[in-house]
């Protein structure tokens, strides 16, 4: 239950686009196609923003979007703006009998 | 309104418990998985529990196992994390989380709860 390998950080400035990666293994991230990302500001609970590697619930904009290749899924913010700085956190289903993976996630700072 | 709502946390000593609730409201509570993630101060998420609709599946992070317990009153509408043992490195916020979709737990979850604070010290 070791947790997903996210970069500790990223920036952009207003405009631009920033990706996240994800890296787990043929166990979690590899073997499913449940793949989901957090987003967590300052004091509050995490949003739900990208499910089932690159679909957006009702309500996320689609400057946000998901993707994966093997073992490594990724997370991009197109259009970067200030509400954006945050934590982001992906997570992967990990089979019937064990809870979800976190990843350690990724402070996105809006220069 | 789709709403959790934890309660139960406080100050405890190592070695000693303390028994976590979350209300649900405002959905078929007894529709879905639910699970506990715990946030350490300055730190990252960490699933710590699950439960399947009917209490028939549980699941455990290692770091828990044989120490801590989920349940549900599916007729209350209420999520339990009973906690024993406790240890320092127990210490954060816990969360109790509802999965996007009924009678299935692959997706991720949707509705969070503001969170009970557990600290464990002497």
């Known amino acids: 239950q070791s947790a997903l390998t996210q970069p500790a950080s990223v920036s952009g400035s207003p405009g631009q686009s920033v990706t996240i990666s994800c890296s787990g293994t043929?166990?979690?991230?590899?073997?499913?196609?449940?793949v989901s990302w957090y987003q967590q500001h300052p004091g509050k609970a995490p949003k739900l923003m990208i499910y089932?590697?690159?679909t957006r619930p009702s309500g996320v904009s689609n400057r946000f979007s998901g993707s994966k290749s093997g073992n490594t899924a990724s997370l991009t913010i197109s259009g970067l703006q200030a509400e954006d700085e945050a934590d982001y956190y992906c997570?992967?289903?990990?089979?019937?009998?064990?809870?979800?993976?976190f990843g350690t996630g990724t402070k996105v700072t809006v220069l | 309104e789709v709403q959790l709502v934890e309660s139960g946390g406080g100050l405890v000593q190592p070695g000693g418990s303390l028994r976590l609730s979350c209300a649900g409201s405002?959905?078929?509570?007894?529709?879905?998985?639910m699970h506990w993630v715990r946030q350490a101060p300055g730190r990252g998420l960490v699933s710590v529990s699950r439960?399947?609709?009917?209490?028939?599946?549980?699941s455990y992070a290692d770091s828990v196992k044989g120490r801590f317990t989920i349940s549900r009153d599916n007729a209350k509408n209420t999520l339990i994390l009973q906690m024993n043992s406790l240890r320092a490195e127990d210490t954060a916020l816990y969360y109790c989380?509802?999965?996007?979709?009924?009678?299935?737990?692959?997706?991720?979850?949707?509705?969070w709860g503001q969170g009970t604070t557990v600290t464990v010290s002497s």
């Open positions: 439960i399947h609709t009917d209490g028939s599946i549980t």
């Open positions: 989380a509802r999965a996007l979709y009924t009678y299935v737990d692959y997706y991720g979850l949707d509705v």
């Open positions: 089932e590697v690159d």
């Open positions: 997570s992967s289903y990990t089979g019937r009998n064990t809870p979800y993976v």
């Open positions: 043929s166990s979690d991230v590899g073997g499913y196609k449940y």
């Open positions: 405002g959905f078929t509570f007894s529709s879905y998985w």
